[in-house]
């Protein structure tokens, strides 16, 4: 069955320093690659994509993403963050073959102290 | 325009209760998903609408959760008799057509006393 390995459950990190979030998934056919953000007591907000194309991925707030095929990993990176980036990260895939439903990673918590 | 729209957000009763969380997808949206969110846990699937399709129920942990959907608008999800571990946020998401990413509710959270 498809998973998804969020490496680091927690990610301090100071204001205006960069940040990786790493991500992983096992899968052998082609899926396509989420980054959602949640916010405390909210539903999850589309950060970025990867269907096809380009394997680097830019999404909303500055945040950017790399899809590696032969390393399986779509990690995600901000060059310099901010206190409001404080919030929950989740990965998530589709596993494909005509499946629907997404495969979310166990999240990755992101503070951003001053 | 408006976005997934779940109610009650909050939802707090004993157990052995029964229990009907409410979800509006986007207007014109053919897909629906339920998920559920345990505490510290990513999320989980648990059933897929598609237009008039037969549902996709893999993720529905016991034969006390169903969920129902007519055409393409408001989904309920039931959980009878509920249980302490069915305690988690749930939340709704829907799609449009083609291959559009899934926009999701801001959830409704169970409690079970």
């Known amino acids: 069955a498809q998973s998804v390995t969020q490496l680091d459950s927690q990610v301090p990190v100071f204001e205006e320093a960069p940040v990786e979030l790493r991500c992983n998934y096992s899968s052998s056919v082609s899926v396509y690659l989420f980054w959602y953000v949640q916010y405390p007591n909210q539903g999850l907000q589309l950060l970025l994509k990867?269907?096809?194309?380009?394997?680097l991925v830019k999404g909303i707030n500055g945040f950017e993403a790399e899809f590696n095929k032969s390393q399986t990993s779509f990690h995600l990176r901000k060059p310099s963050v901010h206190i409001s980036d404080t919030a929950e990260y989740f990965c998530a895939v589709t596993p494909g073959g005509g499946s629907e439903k997404l495969v979310f990673g166990k999240g990755t918590k992101l503070t951003v102290n001053p | 325009g408006a976005g997934v729209s779940q109610s009650p957000s909050n939802k707090v009763t004993e157990k052995g209760k029964d229990v009907e969380l409410r979800c509006d997808p986007i207007s014109g949206h053919t897909a629906l998903y339920w998920y559920r969110q345990r505490l510290g846990q990513g999320l989980e699937f648990l059933i897929y609408?598609?237009?008039?399709?037969?549902?996709?129920k893999s993720g529905l942990p016991s034969d006390r959760f169903s969920a129902e959907r007519t055409g393409e608008s408001v989904s309920t999800l039931t959980i009878q008799r509920t249980q302490q571990e069915d305690s988690a946020v749930y939340l709704c998401a829907s799609r449009g057509q083609g291959y559009q990413p899934q926009h999701f509710g801001d959830g409704t959270r169970l409690s079970i006393l």
């Open positions: 990867y269907l096809s194309g380009s394997t």
């Open positions: 609408f598609q237009g008039n399709s037969a549902p996709d």
